[in-house]
């Protein structure tokens, strides 16, 4: 679900339900876990105009489901907030919210400075509109692991975490389960429901209302075509 707050979006008309990424490989992994949540395959579509990938399904039980999560309709990122049953929850569920964000909107970069790290200096950041939503996701890290060390820093166009040196990095691999091949080395694990709850934050063998029930289409392989993306996405898109 964290990767939903992340590059997902919920439109405000209809029951569109839309993820962004540029990695094949990654996208076509999302589709499994949503199929694994919702039982239902989603379509994927290359759109050339952004250079993306878009997951997309219409699906009312799943738009609920999502809305119902706290999810915004449309336009999210300035506003976006972490949901309060994420807030709640056991540390795990925060991991795993927490690593879904991450592999939307994370990066880790590497330099060195003469003098002051030549052997080299690496960071991990997440750059978000919402100054809530760090903060949130701040708080989180640190219910995670009280061995974080999340910096936060708020301009006027947007709002940043950083986790600094490589000792942080190696927390970061251990304690959060991130997916996305641009992260080295990846942590291979399968992210099915959350570690001890469902797709939608509850206890598992909850379901929401209406969950969506569909049988998995055999002819929901990636292809062309599909709604079109309303605008972009990202962190400080």
Same mark, same amino acid.
């Given at each position: 679900m964290g990767f939903a707050f992340g590059d997902g979006n919920i439109s405000k008309r209809g029951y569109l339900v839309r993820l962004y990424e540029q990695n094949k490989e990654f996208i076509d992994n999302l589709g499994r876990m949503f199929s694994d949540c919702f039982g239902v395959m989603p379509k994927i579509y290359l759109d050339r105009y952004n250079n $993306?990938? /878009?997951?997309?399904?219409?699906?009312? +039980?799943?738009? +609920?489901?999502?809305?119902?999560? #706290?999810?915004p309709v449309g336009r999210k990122a300035r506003i976006i907030e972490v949901p309060e049953s994420i807030k709640s929850a056991d540390p795990e569920t925060k991991a795993w919210f927490v690593s879904g964000v991450f592999d939307a909107e994370a990066s880790s970069?590497?330099? $060195?400075e003469q003098g002051r790290h030549p052997r080299g200096y690496k960071y991990f950041e997440v750059k978000m509109y919402s100054p809530q939503f760090i903060e949130d996701v701040k708080r989180l890290l640190l219910d995670v692991s009280d061995e974080f060390r999340p910096l936060v820093y708020h301009y006027s166009y947007g709002s940043i975490l950083r986790l600094n040196g490589i000792e942080q990095l190696k927390l970061v691999s251990s304690r959060l389960h991130l997916l996305h091949p641009r992260f080295s080395p990846p942590v291979h694990r399968s992210r +099915?429901? #959350?570690? #001890? /709850? +469902?797709?939608? &934050?509850?206890?598992? &063998?909850?379901k929401p209302e209406g969950e969506a029930k569909a049988i998995l289409r055999k002819d929901a392989s990636p292809q062309g075509g599909g709604p079109k993306r309303p605008y972009s996405h990202g962190g400080l898109d």
């Open positions: $993306s990938y /878009v997951l997309y399904k219409n699906s009312k +039980n799943i738009w +609920n489901a999502l809305r119902s999560m #706290g999810l970069t590497s330099f $060195s +099915n429901t #959350g570690q #001890g /709850v +469902n797709c939608h &934050g509850e206890p598992k &063998g909850s």
